[in-house]
């Protein structure tokens, strides 16, 4: 029973479990600098636009009128496009998801390193091992219906 712990430990649960750490390591900063993409040109754009409506109200300051076209005109038309394409980049990669389900199987897989650990007979081993199974067949599923269907588009 202690080399089938060891082994499958290392052969199924920890293979897997760096894969995933591995992943989502990859995938999370992207969200994250997508994200701050996303609101730093959202933010931009509405400074830009509140600025126009100011200085067109109180007339505050004398801009430069190559910096009044940027500022007045250029940035808030070009700003919320920006912002668009990084939500898109955040959607079209599925960023948002896989983040969610590298974060699950990694604590799957934690949860069942440590249950088969401490597990003391074949039963209860058996219960861990078909549960770590399941939830990485259900994975292979989930990534082969995603990946079928974005190629028959």
Known sequence: MDDFKRLYLAHRVDDQLDYYERRLAKALPQLVWLRAGFWFSTLAAITCTAVY???????????????????????????PVVAAA???????????????RYREMCAVLQTARKQIAYSRTWN????????????????????YSITSFAESH
């Open 53 to 79: 409506a100011l200085h067109r109200i109180w007339n505050f300051a004398e801009i430069p009128p190559g910096a009044e076209q940027w500022i007045f005109h250029f940035l808030p038309i070009s700003l």
């Open 124 to 143: 209860s081993l058996e219960r861990i091992v078909q549960k770590t199974e399941q939830a990485r067949l259900q994975e292979v599923i989930e990534w």
């Open 86 to 100: 990084f939500i898109s980049l955040i959607s079209i990669n599925d960023l948002h998801r896989r983040v969610a």
